[in-house]
């Protein structure tokens, strides 16, 4: 055979190869609903996306895109194979979730929200999923958002001034919290609440320490009232379809599973501790005051959040079957566990830096 045709036909076969190789790599397709910019999408995709091709030697990606759906369909997205994978606030499921309020009580201490995230994955596996209220997904990782705080427009000094007052509010906890407070609550997702305090309809926020920057909640409220560990938390999952399972082999699947579950838990959290540093830094520099709730409301605020875990407790215990009390008993032990532990920071590639 002439040398130059042999050539032709290695590098005609090479290429095949190439081409068969690129072909057989499998794309998992996430759906993600918050802006560019957030921290779901310049640090947590794009390190679990790393961790995924290094595990299974590229066998394995992520497609992160933009825009699918509203926060509250999500769930139904990933069931129906719209998306492979997705993040979900169950605040935003009203009704379907009651389980997740377990890590969103407030427990007037500081803590991280990687250390809570760690420990709100331990508490699912070891209580929560049992109970199937992610029936249709699998669940593969659970967060923890930073401490959720009061924004205002005036400055608020005491829950007394908060009675009555227009304030933006979610689901979960934060919206059961909200009327206990007497407030008059506003339903806004956290990227309707610049506009909505900039004209007016609402007096306040109850929103998370990122908001003040990448919400721009800093420009129509310049007040916060705070509670050390937060008001509130808000509790997510990263769920995936099951049928992907079928698409990628055996030791792919546990490849990606090892580095999802606590360790992708770990990185929700971590990368709320980073953004909320961020929005808290930002608003100083923009002269926002800062005002801590007193001592005496601060028992009244405890007299309310345990009557609100009180409630939960029995409704979950009885409706979902599974020893409330005793779940959360573990959270919180597993939450002191975590913050024994190494954390998550030196896993994220040196190539993710966080947006400024």
Known sequence: ??????????????AASLSTSALAQTTITVST???PNHGINTIVWPTWKAWIEEATEGRVTLDVVHDMGPPASQMEMVADGIADATWVFHGYNTGRFELT???EFPTFEEFSSE??????????QEYLAEAGEHRGVDVVAAGVHGPGWIFSREQYDSLDDLRGERI????GVMGDLSTALELTGVALPPTGVYEAGSQGVIDGAMLVPEGLRSFRVAEVFPHTLRVDGGFYRGSFTIVVNP???DRVSEEDRAAIEAVS????????GYMFDTVDVRGVTFAEEQGHTFTDLGDADLETLRGIS????????ETVTESRGIDARAAMAYFHEQLDAAAEEEGVAALVPDTIVPAE
């Open 306 to 313: 345990d009557d609100l875990v009180e409630s939960w407790a």
């Open 168 to 171: 933006r509010v979610g689901g």
């Open 1 to 14: 055979m002439h040398k130059k045709t042999a050539s032709l036909m290695i590098g005609a076969l090479a």
């Open 261 to 268: 579950g606590e360790r992708l838990s770990r990185l929700f």
């Open 243 to 245: 049928m992907i399972w």
């Open 115 to 124: 250390d809570a995230s760690a420990a709100y994955w331990r508490t699912h």
């Open 101 to 103: 309020k377990l890590p």
């Open 33 to 35: 609903w918050a802006g």
